[in-house]
Structures are given as structure tokens and as C-alpha cells.
């Protein structure tokens, strides 16, 4: 059974930068396209990017564009997301997720496996 862990989220004030990094293990997850996806307090989980097996397709939340990347290194089984030019309202748990299939979507159904998130908090 496949595994998602995600690190590197923490306190940063506004203006910092922070990268998480999810670690998979246990499937071939190499190939998957994998994404990222936050939860607020009082709010429902939204998408924040997402990356495909290869790496050349990526897709951004328009809150996000032009702040964070995503990228992976495949041969560590890795994703992370280098967030810039962070601010307040980026404060949530960050979740990465991967799916089965070649599709880079930004539906959180579309994803079967889940990590357990990590916590960034932006002070202003």
C-alpha cells in the first residue's frame, strides 16, 4: 500500500518562503501525477498544484501563480512545492496527494492516496 509523508511546513512571516516535500513510498508512484491541496481553518480543502509523472505539465491554483513551484525528483520519489512571497491567507494544512492515471487534474476526487499534511502557519 502506498504511502505519502509531507514536511518543511512551519511559522514564517509574511514575505518568507518555505519548501514541503512529500516523500513516497510503496507504489509506483514515479509515474503518478501527483498534487498538492491545502485546508484552512472553517474551510473546505482546495487545490494548489499539481505536476505529472514526467514532470512537464504542471497546473497552478490562480491564488498561488507566480508564489509557489512544484516540481519532483523522481529517482527520491519526491514532490515539493517551493512557496515564495508567502502571505496570511496561505496559512492551512498542507496535503500532497497522487492519482492513478496520466491526467494532471485539480479535482480533489481524483486522488487515492493522501499524506497526513503539515502545518503552515504565515504571521503578518
Known amino acids: 500500500q502506498g504511502q505519502l509523508v509531507e514536511s518543511g511546513g512551519g511559522l514564517v512571516q509574511a514575505g518568507g518562503a518555505l519548501r514541503l516535500s512529500c516523500a513516497a513510498s510503496?507504489?509506483?508512484?514515479?509515474?503518478?501525477?501527483m498534487g498538492w491541496f491545502r485546508q484552512a481553518p472553517g474551510k473546505e480543502r482546495e487545490f494548489v498544484a499539481a505536476i505529472s509523472g514526467s514532470g512537464g505539465t504542471t497546473k497552478y491554483a490562480d491564488s498561488v501563480k507566480g508564489r509557489f513551484t512544484i516540481s519532483r525528483d523522481s529517482a527520491k520519489n519526491t514532490v515539493y512545492l517551493q512557496m515564495t512571497s508567502l502571505k496570511p491567507e496561505d496559512t492551512a494544512v498542507y496535503y500532497c496527494?497522487?492519482?492513478?492515471?496520466?491526467?494532471?487534474?485539480?479535482?480533489?476526487?481524483?486522488?487515492?492516496?493522501w499524506g497526513q499534511g503539515t502545518q503552515v502557519t504565515v504571521s503578518s
Open positions: 510503496g507504489g509506483t508512484f514515479s509515474t503518478y501525477p
Open positions: 496527494a497522487a492519482r492513478c492515471g496520466s491526467a494532471v487534474v485539480t479535482r480533489e476526487s481524483a486522488y487515492t492516496y
